[in-house]
């Protein structure tokens, strides 16, 4: 088996813990979800792979390194491209200042590299 890298650890351990809050704060999660579901669906003005990439741009301003692996995972499954995932971050970097631009050149570029495939 293959050695997984930092951004698919980052993905797995997300997802791992979300099956384990789901047992421990069932009701939580689910509002949780049930209000991104909503907000995500329910106008449907954006396709998904813009909405991704809105929420790519969120996360490297937050910035949160989860949120960075799982949106970029997102948006490529989307159709997105690299130009367009580099875009999102660029446009996000300079209302966060230092800190965004770091998680951008680390997370998000291996998350790419990670989740990328030709």
């Not at 890298?5 to 949780?32: C, H, S, W």
């Not at 989860?66 to 999102?88: D, L, M, Q, S, V």
Request: proline share 3%; charged share 25%; with cysteine.
């Amino acid at each position: 088996m293959s050695e997984i890298n930092r951004a698919q650890r980052i993905l797995k351990d997300f997802q791992d813990g979300l099956e384990r809050a789901k047992v421990a704060m069932p009701k939580t999660i689910q509002a949780y979800m049930d209000l991104e579901k909503y907000a995500g669906v329910n106008y449907g003005v954006f396709d998904n792979k813009t909405k991704e990439l809105m929420m790519l741009a969120q996360g490297v301003r937050t910035p949160c390194k989860y949120c960075i692996a799982i949106h970029t995972y997102n948006a490529i499954k989307e159709g997105a491209t690299k130009e367009e995932i580099y875009e999102a971050a660029s446009i996000a970097i300079p209302f966060g200042g230092a800190k965004t631009f770091a998680y951008a050149t680390t997370y998000l570029t291996e998350a790419v590299e990670a989740f990328w495939v030709d």
